[in-house]
């Protein structure tokens, strides 16, 4: 498989520094610095209940630091407003772990759901438009009147991920992309972050525990270490390690 390779780009959408979470004794974020740039795909691993969520939480303004930092297209997440937090987190798209689709609407209703709450002054044309160019770059253009019922388990994933992108967000945000899907169908979700990354220019973080994903999409990777990104760059960078902590990940995924 070829292997991506960390951009040059040096502009940084989102911006992490020293930032700590604790949940009464339980400590969970201890110094996170982490930075995301322009166009790259960084892939977040890291054992459950590392802080994963709790990360993306913060930087989506759901939850606030206990101290540090945390810059998202320049702006400073817990000193913002909440009209400019609410105009903030359009730019940031998250796709969902379970694809969240409405069960009771079709797949074109479920894409204009977030485009008719959030640009409230689009014709029924521009609206068509948007569901069909967005059901096109997922591949599923045919699937536009079936229920979600109806649908596979990766075709749900790529329809969460068009819906996610009809608002077209800067930066997006995939919560284990290819959990619970069959080998082939992970290749796919895998191609599909690549070309949305090509087609869209987002910027994404891809949380992840399948390390064949995160070498087929991540620029960079960042270990989430007892509450800090100890390991961050290259796919080898991060596992030439003998690290007991690391190694475990990578001998689970390649058995050699
Ligand atoms: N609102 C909260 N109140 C109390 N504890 C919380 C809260 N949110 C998260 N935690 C705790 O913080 C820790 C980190 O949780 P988090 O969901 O971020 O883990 P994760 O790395 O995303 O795990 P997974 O890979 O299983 O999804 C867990 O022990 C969790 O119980």
Do not use: W
């Not at 599909?192 to 390390?211: A, C, G, K, P, W």
Request: a negative charge.
């Amino acid at each position: 498989m070829e292997q991506k390779k960390p951009l040059n780009e040096q502009e940084k959408v989102i911006e992490i520094k020293g930032l700590y979470k604790s949940f009464g004794n339980y400590h969970v974020l201890r110094g996170v610095d982490l930075d995301l740039y322009k166009r790259e795909n960084l892939v977040v691993l890291g054992k459950s209940g590392t802080g994963k969520s709790v990360l993306i939480k913060i930087i989506v303004g759901l939850l606030t630091p206990d101290q540090g930092e945390v810059k998202v297209l320049n702006q400073v997440v817990d000193e913002i407003t909440y009209k400019e937090l609410l105009a903030l987190r359009l730019k940031v798209g998250f796709s969902f772990q379970n694809s969240a689709l409405y069960d009771s609407m079709t797949v074109k209703e479920n894409l204009i759901f977030p485009l008719i709450r959030n640009q409230k002054n689009l014709t029924k044309a521009e609206i068509n438009s948007a569901v069909e160019e967005m059901l096109d770059a997922v591949g599923l253009l045919q699937t536009i009147n079936q229920m979600p019922s109806e649908l596979s388990g990766g075709q749900r994933k790529r329809i969460g991920i068009a819906r996610t992108l009809i608002l077209r967000p800067e930066i997006m945000l995939y919560d284990e992309p290819t959990a619970g899907l069959d080998p082939i169908t992970c290749l796919e979700i895998n191609s599909l972050i690549n070309e949305v990354q090509e087609r869209f220019h987002t910027s994404s973080i891809i949380i992840t525990h399948d390390l064949t994903c995160a070498k087929a999409v991540g620029n960079r990777v960042a270990m989430l270490l007892d509450g800090k990104f100890e390991r961050q760059g290259s796919f080898e960078d991060v596992f030439n390690t003998s690290d007991e902590r690391v190694k475990p990940f990578y001998d689970y995924n390649f058995i050699q």
